[in-house]
């Protein structure tokens, strides 16, 4: 069992920046995916990034702003999350893909946070 813990959303202007950090459980972090994906009400639940041991995938709408990364010690994934604009304003949820799967799915991730709040103002 893998349980996740998102932290760091909050209220920014457009332009502005925001770390989102999820803390995680689990003996074999580190080979585990983790992604964030987010939801914008009304929307599907989209892909964000993911990091698979050291290398690092991103959706198109957020590349060159967005940079996720991992400390395997601490057991946390984070999202640096730069140029903030307010189309990003969503739920933003860390997974974790411990078996396998294309990581830009949603159905390839086993576990799920509850979900931080990102609110871009213009």
């Known amino acids: 069992q893998v349980q996740l813990v998102e932290s760091g959303g909050g209220l920014v202007q457009a332009g502005g920046s925001l770390r989102l950090s999820c803390a995680a459980s689990?003996?074999?972090?580190?080979?585990?995916?983790m992604g964030w994906f987010r939801q914008a009400p009304g929307k599907e639940r989209e892909f964000v990034a993911a990091?698979?041991?050291?290398?690092?995938y991103y959706g198109d709408s957020v590349k060159g702003r967005f940079t996720i990364s991992r400390d395997n010690v601490k057991k946390t994934v984070y999202l640096q999350m730069n140029s903030l604009k307010p189309e990003d304003t969503a739920v933003y949820y860390c997974?974790?893909?411990?078996?396998?799967?294309?990581?830009?799915?949603?159905?390839?991730?086993?576990?799920w946070g509850q979900g931080t709040q990102v609110t871009v103002s213009s």
């Open positions: 689990g003996r074999t972090f580190s080979s585990y995916t």
């Open positions: 990091i698979n041991y050291g290398t690092t």
């Open positions: 997974a974790a893909n411990t078996g396998g799967g294309a990581f830009i799915f949603r159905r390839s991730y086993d576990y």
